[in-house]
């Protein structure tokens, strides 16, 4: 990962004139991005500096664990503290997103209204500019980015066992357990790195990936044996669930994690799609199996989203029919594969 010696040196100088940082990330966040806010936390805590973090709603509760020893500020649950201390921050550190827009409606007014200095670490293709800009879009993961951050500043490669397991769960979280984006030979050092540091890869592992709820995995059970629909031809398949049926397995946030992935596991599918209806919205998830399948153009053209290649999600405020019409009706016509 290059990195300009010039950023380094600017963040360098933030941190040390900067009286405060506060640290924020994406809406409904991820492994990803709750190990890079905790990780940047506890680094910066280390050097002694005021800091906290903002994140807009609720963390899932397989991830929860990573805010143990943290101060952190649920933007959803208390939106006067989240304003209050965005308003009084010198330095913002955006973690896991490209734009403000990916933090809600709400929390993208402030960020967009405060006055400091502001810096991007993240992953995501087409980012906006910030004052500086640490964006690899070829990374694994945005923790992959921060820990190749902390190292430039701080000259070491292992740190205390709390930053090394937020970016390790970050990392797995993010790449299906080493599944995809997971090609760098760089990527194995820094999770040796990581756990040079003594943290326990295994019991992280089935921290994360093995606390499951039965709803949640009868829901997992109900969307792959009754919601499946498979085009054969156009080498698709999409899933949807209705807000009435997450309700009838008790949704929580996070349950439907990595249900999208299922699809792809079948060998004649090269694209597919999770269609979830929320309380005001649709949520979509969009995953392909190859580079020429750009799940992040079909996401922006067609879904008012975004984010990877290979991985990317979108909204939509029709009705949840008339998302489903229209995916269906997508891939008949074969729209996911998305011409310059
Ligand atoms: P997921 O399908 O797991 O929610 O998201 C897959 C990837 O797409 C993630 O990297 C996520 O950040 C990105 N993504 C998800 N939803 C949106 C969205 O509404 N807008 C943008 N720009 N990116 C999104
Ligand atoms: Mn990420």
Known sequence: MKFKTKDILQLQNYIIEQQNI???????PDGDAVGSVTALYHYFKLIMKDVQIVIPNYVPHSIEFLLENTDYIIAEADFKKAKKRLQVTDLLIVADMNDNSRAGDNLEKVLNEI?????????????????????????????????????????????????????????????????????????????????????????????????????????LGYAISKKLRVFDKQRAAFIAVSLEELERYHYQPGDLEGVVNYCLKLEEVDFCVLISERDKKIRLSFRSKDESIDVNKFARKYWNGGGHVMAAGGKSFLSFNEVVKKITKQIYNKEFIVKD
Not at 180 to 202: D, M, R
Request: charged share 20%.
């Open 22 to 28: 506060t640290i924020t990330t994406h809406y409904n």
């Open 115 to 219: 006055d400091c200095k502001k810096v991007l670490i993240d992953h995501h293709v087409s980012p906006f500019q910030y004052d500086i800009n640490f964006s690899y879009p070829d990374a694994s993961s945005t923790c992959e980015v921060v820990w190749n951050v902390l190292y430039r500043l701080s000259k070491k490669k292992v740190f205390p066992a709390d930053i090394s397991r937020s970016l390790y769960v970050g990392i797995m979280t993010d790449t299906g357990s080493l599944c995809f984006s997971c090609n760098s030979p760089e990527l194995y050092v820094v999770i040796s790195n990581l756990l040079k540091s003594g943290i326990k890869a295994n019991k992280i592992n089935q921290k994360v990936f093995d606390t499951y709820s039965k709803d949640r995995l009868n829901l």
